[in-house]
């Protein structure tokens, strides 16, 4: 009990210490009249749907961004996506914690946010074309394809701030506003810092977006502008030395995590400075984008009159479009204390001296131009289109010891459609590289979706096959390309076959997914570039439900069936499941939205892939598995009052144990030399405000 209360207060003395933080930002936005609903419009150059303010009740009609009341005390805000012909509302649920988190219920981690992380479940990848196969950080950066196109009829921001034991902190701050009723503009900033419970764990990752769309009065011109950029640290550590005997080591100096023996980075000290972005041993990614595109359309006007205002309106029959793209990514992986006998075991590299400087970097500028045009056969349908375009990409690549220019020409298409009545939704997908770097690469996707029925659901069927060059680590030019001799790899080919069925009155969805693999590429032994020549098979069943327990008591489950047929290089849990028993209700109070109870994450025992830190990467290995006796748990605490929402959080309580003196020293393994840390106290404040 000493022990648990120990732990207790160390937690709270991080938290009192970051509690400025807190106090500021809830002094701040209590200054601010703040009051926002989650409504729905149509979108910019579009026909408006408007929500009415407190008191009012919803119309659908010729209410307008030029008739709204700046004043009012409401706001009407939608978004959409780049390639998305919907509006989509923003969400105010507090029940799933990990919608407001950057790493998704379905990844495990190195034991720190920010650190390298995978998904448990089965994906490979079905994108054509240049990858660098550098992907292991995906999950905390900002893509061209994820950003939110904004409309809104009053500036809206959100302030959102989450506070973790030892000193972990992610701000994300989000702006939006319409300069005027057609143009849009937001900005967003996230950082993610966290010292780590472990030596050598350190990130810091900054995210910076700026996003515009334009359009024109007589709604023939559309602009979308995207500014991004995602520099990413992340220290490496090569994993605990020895999990067995220091997890489990009796003297109470191991309790503190930090102090047990990892392979690389030396003897860092522990900083909980943010301001702190050194970096001795780990990749530092950098990635940089610039996206231009331009519409225009052909089409017929219309208009709609009121008593006092003219609404026009623009139904498109031919739309050109211009996509302008330019990339600088930059990746380096550098250990300024290099182990030389460490780097000699796993990478068959030798180093000068016994403590050396190990760097491996490389760069890549992308200058992309997409030329399209699409048809619509029903004007008054935009969800229903046919796209055809060609795609121009100059490539220039700078490595260890050479510099390289590429090129790449290819053409797609696409057909969409959403039918009017609501019951089909269609879309079809293909693209071709005709010549260039990846010449021959292919990549075809149909996607089916039909409403059976209001009290029958959805039924969904789809299909995709791509034709695809190995990652560029894979090309002996690279500088991640750490083998002493040239490999040929061939194209990998990949089919996938899924359907899904959805009743959303059950709340129960059913999805199943076969995966059939030719010429499979992967790693082995940290560094060794590897293909499977023979079929590989991989079977994939998930099942999602929510139960009633009670009146507002409810047991949500997710559970994922994964089996590996033949002798496939591939190593899945057979078993994942995440569960969350809850009350969800208001406790009586009319403007309170809380849920409150327990998180449940089991999978069951598999030899879980290795991390190589130089190659940034989880390679397949067969000699050690990974078990754990109890999943992880957390408790949990989460509520909205209006714009105000708040998480408290306490995660990885099945790391609690009595052994030499109580502790949370249970921790559960996530990859060979990699663990959970235990008890995190998590916090997390989100408000949104009007301006």
Request: aromatic fraction near 16%; charge should be positive.
């Amino acid at each position: 009990m000493q022990r648990f209360c120990t732990e207790l207060n160390k937690n709270r003395t991080v938290l009192k210490k970051k509690s400025t933080y807190i106090i500021f930002l809830l002094l701040f936005i209590v200054a601010q009249e703040s009051s926002a609903q989650d409504e729905v419009i149509q979108g910019i150059g579009n026909r408006i749907r408007t929500v009415g303010g407190a008191g009012r009740t919803g119309s659908t009609g010729t209410d307008s961004l030029r008739r709204r009341d700046k004043n009012a005390d409401s706001i009407t805000i939608s978004y959409k996506y780049l390639d998305s012909t919907g509006n989509y509302k923003l969400d105010s649920s507090v029940s799933d914690f990990t919608k407001r988190f950057p790493i998704p219920a379905t990844h495990i981690f190195l034991g720190n946010t920010g650190n390298a992380a995978k998904s448990l479940l089965f994906s490979p990848q079905f994108s054509s074309g240049f990858n660098t196969g550098l992907n292991a950080f995906d999950i905390y950066t900002l893509k061209p394809e994820a950003v939110r196109f904004y409309n809104t009829t009053r500036p809206y921001s959100e302030l959102n701030y989450q506070l973790a034991s030892r000193a972990e902190q992610i701000i994300d701050l989000v702006h939006t506003q319409n300069l005027k009723p057609d143009w849009n503009v937001a900005f967003r900033y996230r950082l993610i810092n966290a010292p780590g419970f472990f030596k050598n764990q350190k990130t810091n990752h900054n995210n910076y977006l700026l996003n515009s769309l334009y359009a024109s009065k007589n709604r023939r011109y559309k602009n979308y502008f995207i500014l991004l950029g995602n520099k990413l640290q992340s220290s490496e550590n090569g994993g605990i030395v020895d999990t067995v005997d220091y997890l489990n080591n009796p003297n109470r100096v191991y309790n503190d995590r930090f102090n047990i023996p990892v392979k690389l980075g030396g003897d860092e000290g522990f900083s909980s400075n943010f301001f702190t972005t050194k970096i001795s041993t780990g990749n530092k990614y950098s990635l940089f984008t610039v996206l231009l595109r331009q519409q225009y359309d052909l089409g017929k006007k219309d208009s709609i009159v009121t008593d006092s205002t003219v609404i026009p309106l623009f139904f498109p029959r031919l739309r050109f479009e211009h996509t302008f793209t330019l990339e600088q990514n930059k990746y380096i992986y550098q250990d300024y204390v290099a182990d030389s006998v460490y780097y000699k075991t796993y990478y068959d590299t030798t180093l000068s001296k016994p403590i050396d400087t190990f760097l491996v970097r490389e760069r890549w500028n992308i200058v992309t131009n997409d030329f399209s045009i699409y048809q619509f056969p029903d004007a008054k349908n935009l969800h229903q289109f046919i796209k055809a375009g060609l795609t121009i990409q100059n490539l220039a690549g700078e490595f260890s010891s050479s510099k390289g220019n590429f090129y790449n020409l290819f053409g797609h298409a696409e057909y969409r459609n959403k039918t009017k009545n609501q019951q089909w939704d269609m879309e079809a997908n293909g693209k071709l590289y005709f010549t260039g770097l990846n010449s021959g690469d292919f990549e075809v996707s149909i996607n089916l979706q039909r409403l059976l029925g209001n009290k029958i659901g959805y039924l969904q069927v789809g299909f995709q096959n791509t034709n695809r060059s190995p990652y560029t680590i894979y090309d002996n030019r690279s500088s991640f390309y750490l083998m002493k001799t040239a490999n040929d790899f061939k194209k990998e080919n990949n089919t996938h076959l899924f359907a899904s069925y959805f009743l959303p009155s059950f709340k129960f969805r059913l999805t199943g997914h076969y995966y059939l693999l030719t010429n499979y590429t992967y790693i082995k032994n940290y560094y060794e570039l590897q293909q499977e020549s023979a079929l590989s098979n991989v079977l994939q069943v998930a099942l999602e439900k929510t139960f009633k327990l009670g009146k507002h008591w409810n047991w949500h489950t997710d559970i994922y069936f994964q089996q590996v047929i033949g002798n496939a290089p591939i190593n899945v849990p057979i078993i994942y499941t995440r569960n969350r028993i809850a009350y969800e209700g208001n406790l009586g109070f009319k403007n309170l939205d809380i849920t409150m109870g327990a998180e449940f994450r089991y999978r069951t025992t598999y030899k879980a892939d290795g991390y190589s830190p130089v190659l940034g990467q989880f390679f397949f290995q067969d000699s050690i598995t990974i078990k754990n006796q109890l999943p992880d748990i957390a408790a949990y605490v989460h509520f909205r009052i209006k714009p105000f929402k708040a998480f408290v959080r306490a995660e990885n309580l099945n790391t609690a144990r009595a052994d030499n003196g109580f502790g949370f020293t249970r921790n559960n393994l996530v990859a060979p030399g990699y663990a959970l840390p235990g008890l995190q106290i998590r916090v997390g404040v989100y408000w949104s405000f009007v301006n």
